[in-house]
């Protein structure tokens, strides 16, 4: 079940050369920065989009580690990092995805005479197709 918050601890090691930050229960998701405001940016963006990715795969989010229970080494810190699910999720169901079509060329020289915006015209194509009027809440992943 999809969570509206979550709080993971990251672990942020600090070198000459920037801030790395590993996420002890989130293997691979391993941002960096170069000052500790940019690394919590960092940190929430990577978290959230990592956390998106294993929601849509349908992956098991798992319990975070204790911040007690952390082995830290030189130079790292723990940081909890929270973020709130439903921002992202709107953010990136938002986003925009490049298609590339085919069309006659007669009629793509009489669209573009006319100034046509294709893209919103796909847009309000698929909406008539598809029987949507608004972009709905939830979208259901097809198997």
Same mark, same amino acid.
């Given at each position: 079940m999809k969570k509206d918050h979550y709080v993971f601890p990251a =672990?942020? $090691?600090?070198a000459d050369d920037g801030i790395a930050i590993e996420f002890p229960d989130l293997p691979g998701c391993l941002p960096c920065a170069h000052t500790t405001d940019e690394?919590? !940016?960092?940190? %929430? $963006?990577?978290?959230?989009?990592?956390?998106?990715?294993?929601? @849509?795969d349908g992956d098991p989010i798992p319990e975070p580690?204790?911040?007690? %229970?952390?082995?830290? &080494?030189p130079n790292q810190i723990p940081v909890l990092i929270e973020v709130y699910m439903p921002t992202y999720r709107e953010a990136i169901e938002n986003t925009s995805v490049k298609k590339t079509l085919t069309v006659p060329q007669w009629l793509? !020289? =009489?669209?573009? $005479? %006319? !100034? *046509?915006?294709?893209?919103? *015209? +796909? @847009?309000?194509? +698929? %909406?008539?197709?598809? &029987? =949507?009027?608004? !972009?709905p809440r939830s979208i259901k992943k097809q198997p």
């Open positions: =672990i942020f $090691e600090y690394a919590i !940016r960092n940190a %929430k $963006e990577a978290m959230a989009l990592h956390l998106w990715s294993m929601e @849509q580690t204790p911040i007690n %229970k952390l082995h830290l &080494g793509n !020289r =009489i669209a573009e $005479e %006319k !100034r *046509v915006n294709f893209s919103q *015209v +796909l @847009q309000n194509a +698929l %909406k008539a197709h598809l &029987g =949507i009027e608004h !972009r």
